[in-house]
T-cell receptor
Framework: ELKVEQNPLFLSMQEGKNYTIYCNYS?????LYWYRQDPGKSLESLFV?????AVKQEGRLMASLDTKARLSTLHITAAVHDLSATYFC????????????FGEGTQLTVNP | DAGVTQSPTHLIKTRGQQVTLRCSPK?????VSWYQQALGQGPQFIFQ???????QRGNFPDRFSGHQFPNYSSELNVNALLLGDSALYLC???????????????FGPGTRLTVL
């Protein structure tokens, strides 16, 4: 059974600081995604990581994938208030078609 | 280019009733997945439709059923509603080519279902 674990689940940080969210997944995964969700809203795709060592960056966010360690990270650089949201890591197993297995999410609050 | 659309936006039902939610996939997509997201939780996979057939199913009871139409749009039906069915229901679409799905799933805005 696919399982995704994120930590921390809750993160409160000050503007301008850096931090990393960790995502561990349970099986040999075909793809790893990061999504953002604002309160009461739907999911917005941030990154798709397709291979070991993949690194993608968009603005203040950078995601990486280590398939050997079954670990993905989402690094936040110089956080700003607009980054406050819930971030989900999700994987697609090799035998799962495009079925997504989500973690609990990390609720990020960036304080001025 | 229209993204994934869902209707209705909000819905209030009482226990025991039945509900139908609708989803139109992003242009060019032929695969529709449905997820249930309870408050404070990550989305849980309900089922996926491709070529008008249920291709995969998550751990949801038979009260949850679906359908996909020739134009790739989809419906989610829930019978005998329970209080615990209150959640945000999300539809996601992607495309399947030569048996393999595309890289990214796009989510619709969701339908907020409240069961009283």
């Amino acid at each position: 059974e696919l399982k995704v674990e994120q930590n921390p689940l809750f993160l409160s940080m000050q503007e301008g600081k850096n931090y990393t969210i960790y995502c561990n997944y349970s099986t040999t995964s075909d793809r790893l995604y990061w999504y953002r969700q604002d309160p009461g809203k739907s999911l917005e795709s941030l990154f798709v990581l397709l291979s070991n060592g993949a690194v993608k960056q968009e603005g203040r966010l950078m995601a990486s994938l280590d398939t050997k360690a079954r670990l993905s990270t989402l690094h936040i650089t110089a956080a700003v208030h607009d980054l406050s949201a819930t971030y989900f890591c999700t994987e697609v197993g090799r035998a799962s078609g495009s079925r997504l297995t989500f973690g609990e999410g990390t609720q990020l609050t960036v304080n001025p | 280019d229209a993204g994934v659309t869902q209707s209705p936006t909000h819905l209030i039902k009482t226990r025991g009733q039945q509900v139908t939610l609708r989803c139109s996939p992003k242009s060019g997509h032929d695969t529709v997945s449905w997820y249930q997201q309870a408050l404070g939780q990550g989305p849980q996979f309900i089922f996926q439709y491709y070529e008008e057939e249920e291709r995969q199913r998550g751990n949801f009871p038979d009260r949850f059923s679906g359908h996909q139409f020739p134009n790739y749009s989809s419906e989610l039906n829930v019978n005998a509603l329970l209080l615990g069915d209150s959640a945000l229901y999300l539809c996601a679409s992607d495309s399947t080519s030569r048996g393999r799905s595309s890289d990214t799933q796009y989510f619709g805005p969701g339908t907020r279902l409240t069961v009283l």
